[in-house]
């Protein structure tokens, strides 16, 4: 219970893994205006917040010297950490049961110079921008897709100040550029189906309440495909408790940082009877979905199949300073249950397939002895 009850503290602080934000929302009272910040004052309070809670020991020196913002954050050479405007911030804490910060996408890689788009979601940014399923990115903000697709993923998955730049191709014509202005994307966090005998529950992201949804999904299905397809992150707990849906003991993660104990997060003993499980990932399953897949993987209670995931092994947190924004970073690194960095190795499947994979995990899953 000691482990349980420390994971939940850091559930309240940390918001998500890199690439998903989610908070609680209750029935709070209406924020009062941010009034800005002296940039001197600001810098303070972030110099303090990177003093006490980076996940590494820095520099007294080097923060002294860093005068501004731009400069203490440069220092990390960390692309999770950075610091959130008020408008940033009370997008992030915008609604999490139905919606994101986000453009609205879900892409794959095609070869290793492009992204596809296969799917949009309706009434998104991107909808409203007039991307389509089938479309080519070529370049994101700038940079080539080329030889940088965990750097464009992350691009297309991280907040992000005005308009995000995308360079894209349709039916085989010329190279264009289109604007898409981030915002909040509406859309269940568990979507459900079946084929057959085969209950197929997709998780676009780790929001509040999504375990408990998940668990009741899948309590009268025979066998579970947990679709993880494109999912970025979210909150810590609500990962935690999904593998608890299905594994009844052993190992789920550990993590640590320099400023926090090392602890290790095991299975509360809580799992649905057994039923066959089959796992299905892309390159763009991310943070707490890659926690999600590892331990289901490395207990030996699921099947992977898809391709190898995104590669994220660390924790971010979100803190607020004054003037109305927060400092996003990173605070702790985490482990796979075999005590394995994820970092830019990701999940490997059991099951490697590049096309059709959700068709290929279903057929996966109707083989597994009931």
């Excluded at 910040?37 to 810098?43: F, G, N, S």
């Excluded at 763009?284 to 993987?297: D, G, M, N, P, R």
Aim: aromatic share 4%; glycine share 8%.
């Amino acid at each position: 219970m000691r482990l349980r009850r420390s994971i939940a503290v850091v559930a309240a602080v940390v918001l998500a893994f890199a690439l998903g934000y989610a908070t609680r929302r209750g029935g709070e009272r209406p924020a009062p205006a941010a009034v800005a910040a002296p940039q001197p004052v600001l810098a303070d309070a972030v110099r303090q917040v990177l003093a006490q809670r980076y996940v590494k020991a820095l520099d007294p020196g080097a923060l002294a010297s860093a005068r501004t913002v731009p400069q203490l954050i440069a220092q990390l050479r960390d692309p999770f950490t950075s610091y959130l405007t008020s408008s940033e911030y009370a997008a992030l804490k915008a609604d999490t049961v139905q919606g994101f910060y986000g453009i609205g996408v879900r892409v794959r890689a095609q070869g290793k110079s492009m992204l596809r788009i296969v799917g949009v979601v309706p009434r998104s940014p991107a909808a409203n921008a007039g991307l389509h399923k089938g479309d080519l990115l070529v370049a994101v903000d700038g940079l080539h897709v080329r030889g940088h697709i965990d750097t464009a993923l992350a691009a297309l998955q991280a907040p992000h100040r005005g308009p995000l730049r995308l360079m894209m191709k349709r039916d085989g014509g010329k190279a264009h550029v289109v604007a898409v202005r981030r915002g909040i994307v509406r859309q269940p966090s568990v979507i459900v189906q079946d084929r057959g005998a085969v209950r197929v529950i997709r998780i676009t992201r780790f929001s509040h309440g999504v375990a408990k949804d998940v668990r009741r999904y899948a309590r009268h299905a025979p066998v579970v495909v947990l679709d993880l397809r494109g999912n970025p992150g979210g909150l810590i707990s609500e990962a935690i408790d999904t593998v608890d849906v299905f594994l009844q003991h052993g190992r789920i993660l550990s993590y640590s940082g320099a400023h926090m104990l090392g602890q290790v997060v095991s299975a509360k003993h809580s799992a649905l009877p057994r039923r066959p499980l089959v796992v299905v990932v892309d390159r763009a399953t991310a943070s707490a979905a890659e926690i999600v897949a590892a331990a289901l993987s490395e207990n030996k209670r699921a099947t992977i199949v898809g391709t190898r995931t995104f590669g994220k092994a660390t924790i971010q947190a979100v803190v607020p300073v004054p003037g109305g924004g927060a400092v996003k970073l990173t605070v702790a690194e985490y482990l796979t249950p075999n005590g394995r960095s994820l970092h830019g190795h990701g999940v490997r499947p059991d099951v490697t397939v590049k096309t059709r994979l959700l068709v290929k995990a279903v057929s996966v899953a109707r083989k597994i002895p009931l």
